[in-house]
């Protein structure tokens, strides 16, 4: 009901609080600090969660305990931390509107993931192709915080009752294991519907962007070859020569999309140029028909540096300012812990803990 002296809307205490707030959801979505951002990483969520603030109230978490999972280097580390955090101040994520923080500063979390550990089930992680691919042969060997790290995500996502979590195709697994431990704490404490089951938000397909050298395997960090990915902080002219150097075939530019889906290294320059200039492929296909890869990679190039430089710029000079990336990570981690410490607690009580 209106306010007759205001005008404005009382608050209705049965609605989350992103409702009353006329917003779809609570979203949280976490990148590990490891390594390069590159375009993938870009393309496939930063962008993204840019682009998703207008909708949802959101909180993006630098996952560093996640980190740790595998050995790291402590300096790297914080480095690395800012790096992400620089990032999506970079790609226009509100640091004042939404929650940027780190997630070793939010206890929070560790706390859930211990309980979530004694929900979840052995068989369940054993189960995760990432723990497989990570782990690889040396099972016996990793740490056990690699095995248990689904149990520490479904915590960064349940310890706020997110609603949504963007993801890409290689995190939908253990959105379903969230799903999963949800429910199962659900019944085993007769609490219902105590954790939302969330929801994924899937991105548009043009989000799958390959490695440079080659167009079936994924844009990676992890690839030896620098000339594989376009980095975030690369400058104009190490992108110029990194696309001048992709690969592509003898042919000249796919004549239709079916073409250039038999084509993986031109279908992935395609999809990159799509993504950046935020059209269909169908229409860039249209446009580059026939012409010299020279000349599509020309074109590419040129918005590839528009578009990405600003960014990289911006992310160096954040960079150059750690005292502020901190007072953002340091704000951002204030007000996530307001959202999750009543929540640990009312965990707490469910879970039959006395009260501290
Ligand atoms: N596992 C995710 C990845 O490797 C990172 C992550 C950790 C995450 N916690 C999360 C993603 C919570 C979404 C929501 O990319």
Redesign the pocket.
Known sequence: MPDASTGASAPNPHLPPYAARGLKGRI?????PTGNLHLGNYLG?IRNFARLQSDYECLY?V?DL?AITLPQDPKQLAAQTREIASAFLAAGVDGAKQIIFN?SMVAEHAQLAWIFNCVARMGWMSRMT?FKEKAGKDRENVSLGLFA?PA??AA??LIYKATH????E??KQ??ELTRDIAIKFNNDFAAPDFFPVTEPLIFGAATRVMSLRDGTKKMSKSDPSDYSRINLTDDADAVAQKIRRAKTDPLPMPESPADAEKRPDADNLLGIYAALADQEKEAVVAQFAGKQFSEFKAALTELAVAKLGPIGAEMQRLMKDPGHVDAVLRNGAERARALAGPILADVYKTVGFLKP
Not at 28 to 32: A, F, P, Y
């Open positions: 949280l979505s976490g990148v590990q969520a978490c996952v996640h997630q990432q790290y520490l995500m960064d996502i979590v963007p993801v890409g290689d995190q253990h959105l």
